[in-house]
């Protein structure tokens, strides 16, 4: 009870974020637009430069660098980007990278110099972003935001999370706190004859009945239970779940006082074991490590296997795809829904742990060496506090009615069924919208599976595991960061798939500490300290 009371206090802190509506969660996963992002109204009125001029009148040049999610993608001249363009006086050129290794070409675009004026930064606490921010590469925004009028309504404590030493250096992208979750194939599980999981074993059982059963009734081997793929920030988000699931804290857990890194606790290792387990009995793909995320939802939708572990909004877009498959296939039934969702399954200790984000997706930065004045940084801004407008935000996520979607009222939207034109024209534009305050306008239509999405995005909030590091800038982290972070990911993949085995991964803990984790340590307990006097 004592350990429940101090999780519950470690926690409530963030549940200040429930502010963030959850139109935000359009930009994150597959990269489409969700059930709750958008609007239309009219742009937003930041105040002009003082000296407004004829040349500020002429269309602002942008390049943004942003992650994207599937193989297709907008075109710069697109119908969607051309409207985009008109609609807030610019002209845009879109460097798309794929999320997989958007990682790697964030740090490589970082050292070479060569920047856009706008970079999406995956990690802004990652020890490459952090030195350049030292450096002076990135414009300081602190002061700016108050002189526009959606910007100026960031929440305080997503700002205070995104910061740097209490500095403001990029522009949130607002996400819901209690976004995680599974979604599965609920015709496999009717097929196999269970019901939805609620502990572990039960989530176990259904991905073993889901390569064994035969759940898509064609009589051969040939599905399996849990797809997981390459992430950025390390191999796959499915890990960052079960391990909370198991009781691990989550990045850092508290022991006497002093703050511990997870995977010294027995529970993150129970966790590791667990993923060997499926890893073994094929029950995941076998390519977890290095599969694409663009290709993410394709084993659900193409029939080979049955859950996923990510947000819970991806639900319904995967919902759609399967219907949009199976009616190009002349296969489907009359189901209202493929694809149900839930957010956690009770671990070994009967509770329910759930990987908050941290109220935001990454940052929007503006860097010195492509942007050179204060002037052109205020057009910049001015254009992201326009994208907050319910115009633009349903203009980035679900393109132009009549031809992208169907409006159904003031409030609703029916999106096309074409997902090859979505792809080509409309998703991942999101990718650039703070979603601050929150989302506007116009949404899809909620179906049961959306309206059951939030119902579980709320629940979350309850049952969330702060990570209580999560304001401190660390300098051996912005130093050896990626060298710490590398020590552990390589070991818990090579444990995984046999390569190493308990020795090998309690090895590979000590070299981390050699190699500046317990330095690392050191200086996250003093700020904890600090924090706290």
């Known amino acids: 009870m004592k350990k429940k009371k101090k999780q519950a206090k470690r926690v409530s802190t963030f549940l200040i974020l429930s502010t963030v509506c959850a139109a935000a969660l359009a930009g994150c996963s597959s990269g489409s637009g969700s059930s709750s992002s958008g609007g239309a109204s009219g742009g937003s009125s930041a105040a002009p430069s003082a000296n407004a001029s004829a040349e500020a009148e002429k269309p602002l040049k942008l390049n943004i660098m942003l992650p994207i999610f599937k193989t297709n993608y907008p075109k710069d001249d697109s119908p969607v980007a051309a409207e985009l363009e008109k609609l807030t006086n610019t002209d845009i050129h879109f460097e798309w990278v794929p999320n997989a290794s958007y990682g790697d070409k964030f740090n490589i675009t970082l050292a070479s110099g060569n920047l856009p004026k706008i970079i999406y930064v995956p990690d802004s606490k990652g020890p490459s972003f952090v030195s350049a921010v030292k450096s002076g590469a990135f414009w ?11 910007l100026s309504q960031a929440n305080e404590v997503i700002l205070n999370n995104s910061s740097i030493n209490g500095k403001t250096y990029g522009i949130y992208r607002g996400r819901e706190l209690g976004r995680n979750g599974v979604y599965y194939r609920q015709d496999w599980l009717e097929k196999v004859g269970l019901q939805q999981p609620k502990t572990i074993d039960d989530f176990y059982n259904m991905l073993k009945a889901f390569k064994e059963k ?23 988000a499915g890990f960052d779940q079960i391990k909370l699931w198991f009781g691990a804290p989550n990045v850092w857990g508290e022991k006497d006082g002093k703050l511990v890194p997870e995977f010294e606790y027995d529970e993150y290792f129970e966790a590791l074991k667990f993923m060997k387990k499926l890893y073994d009995e094929k029950l995941v793909n076998q390519d977890f490590a290095v599969m694409d995320s663009a ?5 659900l939708v193409n029939g080979q296997a049955g859950a996923i572990i990510d947000v819970v909004d991806g639900a319904a877009r995967a919902d759609d795809k399967i219907h949009a498959a199976l009616k190009d296939a002349g296969k489907e039934d009359s189901r209202e829904q493929y694809v149900d969702v839930f957010g956690a399954v009770t671990g070994p200790d009967g509770q329910i742990h ?21 002037e052109e940084v205020d057009r910049i801004l001015k254009f992201l506090d326009q994208l907050n407008e319910p115009d633009l935000q349903t203009l980035t996520s679900f393109g132009l009615e009549g031809k992208h979607y169907k409006k159904i009222d003031d409030k609703t939207l029916e999106r096309s069924s074409d997902s090859v034109l979505l792809e080509s024209e409309v998703e991942g534009l999101n990718q650039m919208v703070p979603y601050i305050p929150e989302g506007k306008g116009l949404q899809v239509a909620q179906t049961p599976l959306r309206l059951k999405q939030t119902e579980v995005q709320l629940k979350n909030r309850d049952t969330i595991v702060a990570n209580p590091a999560e304001p401190f800038i660390s300098e051996v982290y912005a130093q050896k960061g990626q060298q710490l972070g590398n020590i552990i990911n390589d070991a818990r993949i090579k444990f995984i798939v046999g390569q190493i085995d308990e020795k090998g991964w309690r090895d590979a803990i ?24």
Do not use: C, H, Q, R
Request: no cysteine; proline share 6%; net charge negative.
């Open 510 to 533: 000590e070299l981390w500490k050699k190699s500046g984790g317990d330095d690392y340590v050191k200086e996250i307990n003093e700020l904890y300290a600090a924090s706290k006097s």
């Open 214 to 236: 035969d759940p898509d009734g064609n009589g051969k081997d040939d599905t399996y239970g849990l797809v997981m793929v390459k992430w950025t920030a390390g191999w796959g």
């Open 354 to 374: 759930t990987l908050p984000t941290s109220g935001f997706a990454g940052l929007l930065a503006i860097p010195k060496s492509s942007v050179k004045s204060e």
């Open 295 to 299: 290709k993410w939802t394709d084993p």
């Open 140 to 150: 300081d925004l602190t002061d700016k935001l108050k002189n526009y009028p959606n």
